[in-house]
């Protein structure tokens, strides 16, 4: 067996590797980030083992760090508006598109690499995309966190400025809010990953004029 074929075996062997460990991490980063989306807009937990009360408390909410209630009052996230519980399940929506988009993209640059064209338009197109996704992605995760804890905010205070009774379900004498979760490692990765893509299309041009000096 030649030393081509083998080298090629391996490379073939490491890339199906490569590929199975993104999928096995995007897939799980998806599901965690499914089973949040479920528990928030459902205010219940999936499994209630031995009887226990599947109902969650309003603090299960990403953007609620705290929410007492009043002494004799009882309340669930379940009792909060519809709207607001699917608002702030938003950001856990966007990462699953963010987390599979990734494996797609990075599993086509794989197979770019291992067919031995890293500087193709192919690997380039779909770093370009990916770092494009890391960063619009890891905004749009910001801003809409930031929206729904401005919107829990404004939900809570209407019991001042209009006088609605329990406006998150229940007689709450505490609430506050997390701040905003931004995701600037994603948003950072995506930078540096255009960059790489800057450097692959310079790889590019130096291959294609080595070609033509052949």
Not at 32 to 39: C, D, P, R, V
Not at 191 to 205: H, I, M
Request: proline share 4%; net charge neutral.
């Amino acid at each position: 067996m030649s030393t081509t074929a083998v080298l090629s075996r391996t490379s073939g062997a490491s890339v199906k590797l490569s590929v199975i460990a993104v999928w096995i991490v995007a897939v799980l980063a998806a599901a965690g980030s499914a089973l949040e989306s479920f528990t928030v807009i459902t205010g219940r937990v999936v499994f209630a083992l031995n009887g226990a009360d599947p109902r969650l408390p309003l603090t299960s909410l990403p953007q609620i760090n705290q929410a007492e209630l009043r002494e004799g009052s009882a309340g669930y996230l379940a009792d909060a508006p519809t709207w607001l519980r699917v608002l702030c399940a938003t950001p856990a929506m966007v990462y699953i598109i963010i987390a599979l988009l990734a494996a797609v993209l990075i599993t086509r640059a794989l197979h770019g690499i291992a067919a031995s064209r890293p500087f193709s338009s192919s690997v380039r197109r779909s770093m370009t995309i990916l770092s494009l996704i890391l960063i619009m992605g890891g905004i749009l995760y910001g801003v809409l966190d930031s929206i729904a804890g401005q919107a829990i905010y404004d939900v809570a205070v209407t019991f001042f400025t209009q006088g609605i009774q329990f406006p998150l379900g229940a007689d709450y004498a505490v609430t506050s809010t997390n701040p905003a979760r931004w995701p600037f490692f994603m948003i950072i990765t995506g930078v540096v990953g255009l960059a790489l893509s800057s450097a692959f299309r310079a790889g590019a041009r130096l291959e294609e004029a080595a070609d033509g000096l052949v």
